[in-house]
């Protein structure tokens, strides 16, 4: 089984620059997930998405920050403009089903290191 | 905002030695769960604990869930230098099972 595929692996901007990172998440997972981690932290989720539809944004900047779903599939994950403080590990996930309790077990893609000059 | 506070931060150890990671919350969690994640890829996960009190064992880690539900500790036997990652505690709850993460451990296992 194929896991989950994010790309590019890696990034490096200057600030005010625009950057978008792609994910690919396993067949048949209807949620999926973008993650913020900094260095040597815990993921902060920034969105969650069941099937197209968005359940959780609440700490993702919407000044600055964008992520579609198209027909609940792939998703992409926008910074425009970067900050300096953006630099971090994007980290994209999916499961099976959010709607069922009591186990939600996420697999993780690779993630993506940007790095804001 | 839910917080899941764990400690230590670090902690660097011998082979062979064992070691206690806590993770702490003020809030209930419908379960709780372990993640291993080593330098440039992504969390995976060791365990999912749901009910309070339950103890699961994994070869040499044995995670608890506390009687409240709110915190969780992972304690590993002799521990190897494979053992050595971020590990992270992550709490589930609400309708969409909504995942809230640790502050993580970064664990060094010294052959």
């Known amino acids: 089984e194929a896991g989950v595929a994010q790309s590019p692996r890696y990034k490096i901007i200057e600030k005010r620059q625009s950057v978008a990172f792609w994910c690919n998440p396993i067949?048949?997972?209807?949620?999926l997930y973008w993650y913020q981690q900094i260095l040597g932290q815990g993921p902060k989720l920034l969105i969650q998405f069941q099937n197209n539809g968005v359940v959780d944004d609440s700490q993702l900047p919407k000044d600055r920050f964008s992520a579609e779903r198209l027909k609940g599939v792939d998703s992409t994950l926008k910074i425009q403009p970067a900050k300096l403080e953006d630099s971090a590990v994007y980290l994209c996930?999916?499961?099976?089903?959010?709607?069922?309790?009591?186990?939600?077990?996420?697999?993780f893609g690779p993630g993506t290191r940007l790095t804001v000059l | 905002t839910q917080l899941l506070e764990q400690s230590p931060q670090f902690l660097s150890i011998q082979e062979g030695e064992n070691l206690t990671v806590y993770c702490n919350s003020s809030s209930v969690f419908s379960s709780l769960q372990w993640y291993r994640q080593e330098p440039g890829e992504g969390p995976v996960l060791l365990v999912t604990v749901v009910t309070g009190g339950e103890v699961k064992k994994l070869k040499r880690l044995t995670f608890q869930f506390g009687d409240a539900r709110k915190d969780s500790s992972l304690h590993i036997t002799a521990a190897q230098p494979g053992d050595t990652g971020l590990y992270l505690c992550?709490?589930?709850?609400?309708?969409?099972?909504?995942?809230?993460f640790g502050t993580g451990t970064k664990l060094q296992v010294i052959p």
């Open positions: 067949s048949g997972h209807a949620t």
């Open positions: 996930a999916s499961s099976l089903s959010s709607g069922r309790p009591p186990y939600n077990e996420q697999f």
């Open positions: 992550a709490g589930i709850s609400g309708g969409y099972q909504k995942v809230t």
